[in-house]
């Protein structure tokens, strides 16, 4: 599954292993996210991470910064 835009958001769900993985993977982006000052809105269900996008500066839309972080994102889920 690739991210999809809805809403003004980029929206993706992950599924990992256990809710050990995931913590790992959600670790990873917290840190890219904060290294860019740009943070995901998310949600984490077990094994399952559910996340979303947007830029808040900007108006609550989608914008390069956004693409930056889902690219940086899937790479961590790979
Ligand atoms: C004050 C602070 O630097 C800003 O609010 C940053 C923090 N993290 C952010 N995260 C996201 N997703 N969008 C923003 O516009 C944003 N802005």
Not at 15 to 43: D, G, L, R, S
Not at 51 to 75: F, Q, Y
């Amino acid at each position: 599954m690739n991210w999809i835009e809805k809403d003004n958001k980029l929206v993706k769900d992950f599924q990992f292993e256990n809710f050990i993985e995931a913590f790992a993977f959600m670790k990873k982006v917290a840190f890219a996210a904060e290294k860019m000052n740009h943070h995901p809105e998310w949600t984490n269900v077990y094994n399952k991470v559910f996340i979303k996008l947007s830029t808040h500066d900007a108006g609550n839309i989608v914008t390069d910064l956004d693409r930056e972080l889902a690219a940086k994102i899937d790479k961590f889920a790979s």
